[in-house]
């Protein structure tokens, strides 16, 4: 058997979709000098709209965003937000959006937290 998964959205039939649903990645890039961003994708698979999360991030956080297509055929957005907003999105994804933590790879690259020794 071909594994397979069911998606189930408030007002709407449930979708059942060939393979394994993949997880919403979270990812730091190092831009020009010390500047880092933060790139989500796979948002579409859970039904989250990417000019709407954007929205949301850039009003909360108050920082510059961006959403452009991946490359590829199909493959969806791919949400550019200012800064290391990791620990943020993740906690929005879970609590507004009600996403497990097992489908968000990547929360191991959020920022610690802590002292610095002097």
Do not use: W
């Not at 189930?8 to 020009?32: C, D, Y």
């Amino acid at each position: 058997m071909q594994p397979v998964h069911q998606l189930t959205f408030p007002g709407q039939a449930p979708q059942i979709r060939k393979g394994k649903i993949e997880p919403i990645k979270l990812n730091v890039a190092q831009r020009s000098g010390n500047k880092k961003v933060t790139l989500v994708e796979n948002l579409e698979l859970y039904g989250i709209d990417p000019p709407q999360l954007v929205h949301t991030v850039q009003t909360a956080v108050a920082c510059s965003t961006a959403v452009t297509p991946l490359p590829g055929r199909n493959k969806g957005f791919q949400v550019l937000i200012q800064g290391n907003q990791i620990v943020y999105v993740a906690g929005m994804l879970q609590d507004q959006y009600g996403i497990h933590q097992k489908y968000i790879s990547g929360l191991e690259k959020a920022p610690k937290s802590g002292k610095k020794k002097r």
